[in-house]
Protein backbone atom coordinates (compact mmCIF):
# COMPACT_ATOMS: atom_id res chain seq x y z
CA UNK A 1 0.00 0.00 0.00
CA UNK A 2 3.22 2.34 0.68
CA UNK A 3 3.81 2.01 -3.01
CA UNK A 4 -0.12 2.76 -4.23
CA UNK A 5 0.37 6.60 -2.39
CA UNK A 6 3.67 6.87 -3.74
CA UNK A 7 1.66 6.03 -7.18
CA UNK A 8 -0.33 8.80 -6.84
CA UNK A 9 -0.31 11.57 -9.11
CA UNK A 10 -0.58 14.54 -7.29
CA UNK A 11 -2.54 17.87 -8.86
CA UNK A 12 -2.06 20.07 -6.16
CA UNK A 13 0.04 19.38 -2.94
CA UNK A 14 0.57 20.85 0.35
CA UNK A 15 4.34 20.76 2.07
CA UNK A 16 3.02 17.96 4.31
CA UNK A 17 2.52 15.66 1.09
CA UNK A 18 6.10 16.74 -0.24
CA UNK A 19 7.55 15.71 3.01
CA UNK A 20 5.97 12.40 2.98
CA UNK A 21 7.06 11.65 -0.91
CA UNK A 22 10.47 12.87 -0.28
CA UNK A 23 11.38 11.16 2.95
CA UNK A 24 9.46 7.68 2.23
CA UNK A 25 8.44 7.00 5.85
CA UNK A 26 6.64 4.31 6.36
CA UNK A 27 2.91 4.47 6.05
CA UNK A 28 0.29 2.01 7.77
CA UNK A 29 -3.12 2.01 5.15
CA UNK A 30 -6.11 1.25 6.57
CA UNK A 31 -9.53 0.84 5.33
CA UNK A 32 -11.75 2.61 6.70
CA UNK A 33 -15.76 2.90 6.85
CA UNK A 34 -16.96 4.09 3.07
CA UNK A 35 -19.92 5.95 1.93
CA UNK A 36 -21.45 5.49 -1.70
CA UNK A 37 -19.35 7.15 -3.68
CA UNK A 38 -15.63 6.51 -2.80
CA UNK A 39 -13.15 4.33 -0.83
CA UNK A 40 -11.42 5.72 2.05
CA UNK A 41 -8.58 4.93 3.89
CA UNK A 42 -6.64 6.38 6.65
CA UNK A 43 -2.93 7.02 6.14
CA UNK A 44 -1.18 6.65 9.84
CA UNK A 45 3.05 7.57 9.89
CA UNK A 46 4.91 7.57 13.18
CA UNK A 47 3.85 11.30 13.38
CA UNK A 48 0.66 11.87 11.95
CA UNK A 49 -2.32 10.57 10.40
CA UNK A 50 -4.39 11.50 7.64
CA UNK A 51 -7.46 10.38 5.33
CA UNK A 52 -6.83 9.65 1.42
CA UNK A 53 -10.66 9.21 -0.42
CA UNK A 54 -10.67 7.52 -3.69
CA UNK A 55 -13.76 7.92 -6.01
CA UNK A 56 -13.48 4.82 -7.58
CA UNK A 57 -17.30 4.07 -8.46
CA UNK A 58 -19.69 5.60 -10.59
CA UNK A 59 -19.85 9.32 -8.52
CA UNK A 60 -17.70 12.18 -10.79
CA UNK A 61 -17.37 15.09 -8.47
CA UNK A 62 -14.96 17.25 -9.46
CA UNK A 63 -12.41 17.12 -6.42
CA UNK A 64 -10.29 20.21 -7.36
CA UNK A 65 -13.71 22.28 -6.29
CA UNK A 66 -13.73 20.33 -2.88
CA UNK A 67 -9.94 20.92 -2.63
CA UNK A 68 -10.16 24.59 -3.16
CA UNK A 69 -13.23 25.50 -1.15
CA UNK A 70 -11.84 23.37 1.88
CA UNK A 71 -8.61 25.38 1.68
CA UNK A 72 -10.92 28.91 2.02
CA UNK A 73 -13.41 26.96 4.43
CA UNK A 74 -9.91 26.18 6.99
CA UNK A 75 -8.64 29.67 6.53
CA UNK A 76 -11.87 31.10 7.79
CA UNK A 77 -12.12 28.79 11.00
CA UNK A 78 -14.92 26.81 10.05
CA UNK A 79 -15.05 22.87 11.31
CA UNK A 80 -13.67 21.45 8.15
CA UNK A 81 -10.96 19.00 7.79
CA UNK A 82 -7.95 20.88 6.13
CA UNK A 83 -6.75 19.76 2.64
CA UNK A 84 -3.56 18.39 1.72
CA UNK A 85 -4.04 17.26 -1.35
CA UNK A 86 -5.53 16.01 -5.02
CA UNK A 87 -4.95 14.07 -8.02
CA UNK A 88 -5.40 11.07 -9.45
CA UNK A 89 -4.61 7.16 -9.21
CA UNK A 90 -2.95 4.45 -11.32
CA UNK A 91 -6.70 4.48 -12.61
CA UNK A 92 -7.33 7.99 -13.20
CA UNK A 93 -9.50 7.94 -9.94
CA UNK A 94 -9.34 11.61 -8.21
CA UNK A 95 -8.39 11.30 -4.86
CA UNK A 96 -8.52 13.65 -2.25
CA UNK A 97 -5.99 13.57 0.95
CA UNK A 98 -7.02 15.66 3.97
CA UNK A 99 -5.93 15.80 8.08
CA UNK A 100 -7.55 13.21 10.32
CA UNK A 101 -10.02 14.72 12.23
CA UNK A 102 -10.98 11.87 14.88
CA UNK A 103 -13.62 9.18 15.00
CA UNK A 104 -17.53 9.03 15.17
CA UNK A 105 -19.58 10.71 17.70
CA UNK A 106 -20.30 8.86 20.93
CA UNK A 107 -22.28 11.03 22.78
CA UNK A 108 -25.18 12.91 21.63
CA UNK A 109 -26.66 15.33 24.44
CA UNK A 110 -28.17 18.49 24.34
CA UNK A 111 -25.00 20.60 24.42
CA UNK A 112 -23.78 18.18 21.74
CA UNK A 113 -27.03 18.58 19.32
CA UNK A 114 -26.07 22.90 20.02
CA UNK A 115 -22.69 22.48 18.63
CA UNK A 116 -23.52 20.53 15.63
CA UNK A 117 -26.35 23.06 15.31
CA UNK A 118 -24.58 26.04 15.80
CA UNK A 119 -21.70 24.60 13.03
CA UNK A 120 -24.21 24.29 10.43
CA UNK A 121 -25.06 27.59 11.03
CA UNK A 122 -21.68 28.86 10.14
CA UNK A 123 -21.71 27.04 6.91
CA UNK A 124 -24.91 28.71 5.97
CA UNK A 125 -23.77 32.12 7.18
CA UNK A 126 -20.28 32.35 4.88
CA UNK A 127 -20.18 35.54 3.07
CA UNK A 128 -19.72 33.61 -0.83
CA UNK A 129 -17.53 36.61 -1.80
CA UNK A 130 -15.09 35.51 1.16
CA UNK A 131 -14.41 32.13 -1.02
CA UNK A 132 -11.89 33.11 -3.03
CA UNK A 133 -12.89 33.80 -6.33
CA UNK A 134 -14.30 30.08 -5.96
CA UNK A 135 -17.23 29.34 -8.39
CA UNK A 136 -19.41 26.91 -5.85
CA UNK A 137 -21.15 25.16 -8.02
CA UNK A 138 -25.42 25.12 -8.08
CA UNK A 139 -27.65 22.34 -9.25
CA UNK A 140 -30.87 21.52 -10.01
CA UNK A 141 -32.43 20.19 -6.85
CA UNK A 142 -34.62 17.45 -8.25
CA UNK A 143 -31.72 15.90 -10.40
CA UNK A 144 -29.54 16.00 -8.21
CA UNK A 145 -30.94 14.93 -4.74
CA UNK A 146 -33.35 12.70 -6.95
CA UNK A 147 -31.68 10.81 -9.28
CA UNK A 148 -33.68 8.42 -10.82
CA UNK A 149 -37.04 9.49 -9.70
CA UNK A 150 -38.55 9.16 -13.25
CA UNK A 151 -39.28 5.80 -12.43
CA UNK A 152 -40.61 6.35 -9.44
CA UNK A 153 -44.14 8.31 -10.63
CA UNK A 154 -45.55 8.24 -6.88
CA UNK A 155 -42.22 9.99 -5.35
CA UNK A 156 -42.00 12.25 -7.89
CA UNK A 157 -45.37 13.62 -8.45
CA UNK A 158 -45.46 14.68 -4.85
CA UNK A 159 -41.59 15.55 -4.83
CA UNK A 160 -42.55 18.19 -8.10
CA UNK A 161 -45.43 19.72 -5.92
CA UNK A 162 -43.44 20.05 -2.77
CA UNK A 163 -40.75 22.18 -4.58
CA UNK A 164 -42.90 24.64 -6.18
CA UNK A 165 -44.33 25.14 -3.13
CA UNK A 166 -41.30 25.64 -0.98
CA UNK A 167 -39.79 28.65 -2.93
CA UNK A 168 -36.58 27.38 -2.84
CA UNK A 169 -33.75 30.16 -2.85
CA UNK A 170 -29.99 28.25 -3.64
CA UNK A 171 -28.12 30.98 -2.17
CA UNK A 172 -26.41 30.08 0.31
CA UNK A 173 -23.55 27.58 1.02
CA UNK A 174 -24.55 24.25 2.12
CA UNK A 175 -22.76 20.58 2.88
CA UNK A 176 -25.27 18.91 1.17
CA UNK A 177 -25.09 15.92 3.72
CA UNK A 178 -24.62 17.20 7.19
CA UNK A 179 -25.59 13.58 9.85
CA UNK A 180 -23.76 11.96 12.39
CA UNK A 181 -22.02 10.26 9.52
CA UNK A 182 -20.39 13.12 8.23
CA UNK A 183 -19.02 14.39 11.64
CA UNK A 184 -16.24 13.74 13.82
CA UNK A 185 -14.77 14.46 17.04
CA UNK A 186 -11.39 14.66 18.83
CA UNK A 187 -10.45 15.95 21.92
CA UNK A 188 -13.92 17.20 21.95
CA UNK A 189 -14.06 19.46 18.98
CA UNK A 190 -16.12 18.57 15.96
CA UNK A 191 -15.10 18.53 12.01
CA UNK A 192 -17.60 18.10 9.02
CA UNK A 193 -16.12 15.94 6.78
CA UNK A 194 -16.95 15.00 3.17
CA UNK A 195 -17.91 17.60 1.49
CA UNK A 196 -18.42 16.01 -2.29
CA UNK A 197 -22.00 17.54 -2.44
CA UNK A 198 -21.13 21.30 -1.57
CA UNK A 199 -23.40 23.18 -3.27
CA UNK A 200 -25.45 26.71 -3.63
CA UNK A 201 -28.43 25.90 -2.00
CA UNK A 202 -31.13 26.26 0.65
CA UNK A 203 -30.41 25.98 4.32
CA UNK A 204 -33.89 24.79 5.14
CA UNK A 205 -33.35 21.36 2.77
CA UNK A 206 -29.39 21.26 4.55
CA UNK A 207 -31.12 21.47 7.92
CA UNK A 208 -34.14 19.48 7.20
CA UNK A 209 -32.10 16.67 6.32
CA UNK A 210 -30.11 16.52 9.07
CA UNK A 211 -33.39 16.31 11.34
CA UNK A 212 -35.01 13.44 9.35
CA UNK A 213 -31.41 11.52 9.46
CA UNK A 214 -31.48 11.98 13.44
CA UNK A 215 -35.02 11.02 14.17
CA UNK A 216 -34.43 7.65 11.63
CA UNK A 217 -31.05 6.70 13.36
CA UNK A 218 -31.47 7.99 16.69
CA UNK A 219 -34.47 8.62 18.15
CA UNK A 220 -37.77 11.51 17.29
CA UNK A 221 -36.44 12.97 21.19
CA UNK A 222 -33.08 14.44 19.59
CA UNK A 223 -34.25 15.14 16.34
CA UNK A 224 -36.72 17.49 17.72
CA UNK A 225 -34.53 19.17 20.19
CA UNK A 226 -32.16 19.27 17.19
CA UNK A 227 -35.11 21.55 15.06
CA UNK A 228 -35.60 23.52 17.92
CA UNK A 229 -32.39 24.75 17.94
CA UNK A 230 -32.56 25.80 14.61
CA UNK A 231 -36.00 27.33 14.64
CA UNK A 232 -34.11 29.69 17.41
CA UNK A 233 -31.38 30.75 14.74
CA UNK A 234 -33.02 31.37 12.13
CA UNK A 235 -35.90 33.47 11.08
CA UNK A 236 -37.68 30.33 9.76
CA UNK A 237 -41.12 28.59 10.74
CA UNK A 238 -42.21 25.01 11.98
CA UNK A 239 -44.00 25.05 8.70
CA UNK A 240 -41.41 25.91 6.37
CA UNK A 241 -39.02 23.18 8.09
CA UNK A 242 -41.86 20.19 7.61
CA UNK A 243 -42.16 20.83 4.29
CA UNK A 244 -38.37 20.67 3.25
CA UNK A 245 -38.61 17.75 6.07
CA UNK A 246 -41.04 15.99 4.36
CA UNK A 247 -38.54 16.55 0.85
CA UNK A 248 -35.76 14.94 2.88
CA UNK A 249 -37.57 12.06 3.69
CA UNK A 250 -38.71 11.69 0.03
CA UNK A 251 -35.27 11.73 -0.31
CA UNK A 252 -34.59 8.85 2.25
CA UNK A 253 -37.35 6.62 1.14
CA UNK A 254 -36.34 6.95 -2.65
CA UNK A 255 -32.81 5.68 -2.33
CA UNK A 256 -34.65 3.15 0.19
CA UNK A 257 -36.15 1.59 -2.66
CA UNK A 258 -32.39 1.26 -4.74
CA UNK A 259 -31.39 -0.33 -1.23
CA UNK A 260 -28.71 1.86 -0.37
CA UNK A 261 -29.52 3.41 2.88
CA UNK A 262 -28.82 0.86 6.07
CA UNK A 263 -31.62 -0.34 8.27
CA UNK A 264 -32.50 -1.54 11.73
CA UNK A 265 -34.77 -3.40 13.22
CA UNK A 266 -36.91 -0.34 14.04
CA UNK A 267 -35.79 2.04 11.29
CA UNK A 268 -39.03 1.21 8.55
CA UNK A 269 -41.41 1.58 11.57
CA UNK A 270 -39.37 5.80 12.61
CA UNK A 271 -39.72 6.29 8.50
CA UNK A 272 -43.56 4.98 8.98
CA UNK A 273 -44.36 7.37 11.89
CA UNK A 274 -42.51 10.39 10.29
CA UNK A 275 -44.87 9.82 7.01
CA UNK A 276 -48.06 9.88 9.42
CA UNK A 277 -46.91 12.91 11.59
CA UNK A 278 -46.02 15.13 8.41
CA UNK A 279 -49.05 16.67 7.01
CA UNK A 280 -47.09 16.71 3.24
CA UNK A 281 -46.71 13.11 3.30
CA UNK A 282 -48.37 9.74 3.98
CA UNK A 283 -47.92 5.90 4.79
CA UNK A 284 -48.56 4.53 1.48
CA UNK A 285 -45.28 5.96 -0.10
CA UNK A 286 -43.71 2.98 1.92
Sequence with gaps: ????????????????????????????????????????FQISTQDSAFVLKVWNR??????????????????????????????MDQDHHQVLLTSFDGAPLHKLNKAKLTELAAILAEVHKIPLETLDSLTVPTYNFVKYFFPGVDRHPDIKERLIMLVEQSKMEQKSLIHGDYHLGNIVETDGKCTIIDWTNVQLGDPRYDIAWSIILIWIYVNERHSAAFRSLFLTKYSYTGEE????EALACLRWILLNRFGN????????????TILTQNKYLNEALL
Design 261 to 272: LPQRNNTITTVR
Design 1 to 40: MNDFFHKLKWVEYSPEVSSLLAQEVPMDITPMASGLEADV
Design 241 to 244: LELF
Design 58 to 87: NSKPDISVQYKLLKALHHQRIAASKPLGWG
